[in-house]
Nanobody
Framework: QVTLVESGGGSVQSGGSLRLSCVAS????????VAWYRQAPANQRELVAQ???????KYADSVKGRFTISRDNAKNTAYLQMNNLKPEDTAAYFC?????????WGQGTQVTVSS
């Protein structure tokens, strides 16, 4: 059974930082493309950052320069470091892993940024 478990969300003031973690079990994360998505109420889920197994990284324009995606394959964990948070970053954040055996999603972690 494959599970992805996110943690690290919370409430912060504008300008603050959070680091989200996504711990995988049942798969070797290093063999998968990993991505972070977010979804605010009444909005569609949108891609925030992606890290491919080959090392390519991309970010949504809205988070470039503020967010950093990384992974520690030894810990089977992916991270999203979020700096200079803004109220518009408020959303539920989800990680996913996409590879040859399928696409897997975590349950999400809430990030709330107050002005």
């Amino acid at each position: 059974q494959v599970t992805l478990v996110e943690s690290g969300g919370g409430s912060v003031q504008s300008g603050g930082s959070l680091r989200l973690s996504c711990v995988a079990s049942g798969i070797l994360l290093g063999w998968y493309d990993v991505a972070w998505y977010r979804q605010a109420p009444a909005n569609q889920r949108e891609l925030v950052a992606q890290s491919t197994g080959g090392g390519n990284i991309k970010y949504a324009d809205s988070v470039k320069g503020r967010f950093t995606i990384s992974r520690d394959n030894a810990k089977n964990t992916a991270y999203l470091q979020m700096n200079n948070l803004k109220p518009e970053d408020t959303a539920a954040y989800f990680c996913n892993a996409h590879g040859i055996t399928g696409l897997f999603w975590g349950q999400g972690t809430q990030v709330t940024v107050s002005s």
